[in-house]
């Protein structure tokens, strides 16, 4: 079952990286209460910064699920497949999820004939151009579609709140190494509350902070852990 799946996998990051997936209209529904216009992000090209790249790197290696220095297919088949372990009663975000997932790999792979090979350098590069593309608009990209859509499939029991085992499985799905100490730093950065738990808004601004801003004092800095120098 599992060669199958990553099977359909490679089949769908084949159609993604050869640019033949039909863009999708995709719904975004409005986050409960005020303050969704906070999305936005500062400046539309800012500059580039040695703070903001040793964020992406870090992700870039959480996301290098075998740590062999790229994220190929075995990395999206395994990610794919952990997210797909989660129970939710919407089957159909969670592969509308997979298809972000997708197009946000093309957008990161800048040599079709190569196939699915995404080096550090060219993360980095092709998502600081993304955030020069992007500018304000944050809310209307595929990284808004990534925060919502996940936080509504690690949200199991429905609640519209994230605790921090849900929270934990973020970790789980990233292949990340001692996943439930990560994740308890960085559970701990972002409820600033301290009531325990993440509201959606709480989740997709900590997306923003992460991949939109320079500034080290956000919450959403340790949205995929700790990072050193």
């Known amino acids: 079952m599992e060669k199958l799946y990553c099977g359909l996998a490679g089949l769908l990051l084949f159609v993604a990286v050869s640019r033949k997936t039909m863009c999708e209209e995709r719904s975004r529904k409005a986050i409960a209460g005020n303050g969704e216009d906070r999305f936005a992000s500062n400046d539309s090209c800012p500059t580039f910064t040695q703070f903001w790249r040793r964020k992406i790197s870090h992700y870039f290696r959480e996301r290098d699920a075998d740590d062999d220095g790229a994220i190929t297919e075995r990395d999206y088949c395994e990610v794919a497949k952990r997210f ?6 919407n089957p159909a975000v969670k592969e509308k999820l997979r298809r972000t997932i997708l197009q946000l ?13 995404i080096t550090e350098d060219t993360m980095i590069a092709s998502l600081y151009n993304q955030r020069c593309k992007i500018g304000k608009n944050v809310k209307r990209s595929l990284f808004y579609d990534l925060a919502y859509d996940s936080f509504t499939v690690l949200d199991e029991n429905g609640d519209s709140l994230l605790d ?3 929270y934990a499985r973020l970790f789980y799905c990233l292949c990340v190494d001692h996943y439930k100490t990560v ?4 559970f701990g950065a972002l409820d600033r509350d301290r009531n325990g738990r993440l509201t959606r808004s709480d989740y997709i601004f900590a997306f923003r902070d992460y991949f939109f801003s320079d500034d080290p004092t956000r919450p959403g800095t340790l949205l995929f852990g700790p990072f050193h120098d």
């Open 84 to 89: 797909d372990e989660i129970r939710t009663d």
């Open 164 to 166: 921090k085992y849900e």
């Open 183 to 186: 994740a308890n730093r960085s």
């Open 105 to 117: 790999t093309e957008i990161l792979t800048n040599d079709a004939d190569r196939g699915l090979f």
